[in-house]
């Protein structure tokens, strides 16, 4: 299975701020990375697939990069619904697996 | 507009088996590259990828989970039914479907997703 490690676990940040998100892949898996928005008492939502394609609908300030093991999430210009809990998740094989999470709290 | 929508019991006891239906709008799962997956996330935890069904009724399990979970589709009525054996308190959880896509070659990403369901697993 490809273990997907997240970092930080959890991290504070002021309105405007430019955070990012940290995500490694126990081995290469291209480009088939994920990342999912998940608010409280929500299901997730997807935000950007293919490592750094934009969803429909996603502000701009989201953007995504990497590739083979080194991934990252970069928000620019936090705003106060940005404050969540983000995921990343690898498609390139079964089990399609999730990494543990990043809080994201306000400062 | 694709909408998914989780179904099942709120509270199971232990040794019972769970069965949950996801029934589904705005696609097929009879058209190619279809699928839908079932992920759970325990109280304050991650998510954890569980099952998937394709178009081509081909399944797939979180090999750990394997000999406890099926996953089954009924394409006249846009659902699939995803069956737990033996629950567990630890498989208390939200348990969430979401449709993904094969392109041929390569898994999309979850692009839509049910509200999810809690399950509480207690005697």
């Known amino acids: 299975d490809i273990q997907m490690a997240q970092s930080p676990s959890s991290l504070s940040a002021f309105i405007g701020d430019r955070v990012t998100i940290t995500c490694r892949a126990s081995?290469?898996?291209?480009?088939?990375l994920n990342w999912y928005q998940q608010k409280l008492g929500k299901a997730p939502k997807l935000l950007i697939s293919?490592?750094?394609s934009l969803e429909s609908g996603v502000p701009s300030r989201f953007s995504g990069s990497g590739s083979g093991t080194d991934f990252t999430l970069t928000i620019s210009g936090l705003q106060p619904e940005d404050f969540a809990t983000y995921y990343c998740q690898q498609s390139y094989s079964t089990p399609l697996t999730f990494g543990q999470g990043t809080r994201l709290e306000i400062k | 507009q694709v909408t998914l929508r989780e179904s099942g019991p709120a509270l199971v006891k232990p040794t019972q088996t769970l069965t949950l239906t996801c029934t589904f709008s705005?696609?097929?799962?009879?058209?190619?590259?279809?699928?839908v997956s079932w992920i759970r996330q325990p109280p304050g935890k991650a998510l954890e990828w569980l099952a998937l069904i394709d178009w081509d009724n081909d399944k797939y399990y979180y090999k750990s989970l394997k000999t406890r979970l099926t996953i089954s589709k009924d394409t006249s009525k846009n659902q699939v039914v995803l069956t737990m054996t033996n629950m567990d308190p630890v498989d208390t959880a939200t348990y969430y479907c979401a449709r993904i896509r094969y392109s041929g070659y390569d898994w999309k990403a979850f692009d839509m997703w049910g509200q999810g369901t809690m399950v509480t697993v207690s005697s």
């Open positions: 081995q290469s898996i291209s480009n088939y």
């Open positions: 293919a490592a750094s």
């Open positions: 705005g696609f097929s799962l009879t058209t190619s590259g279809m699928c």
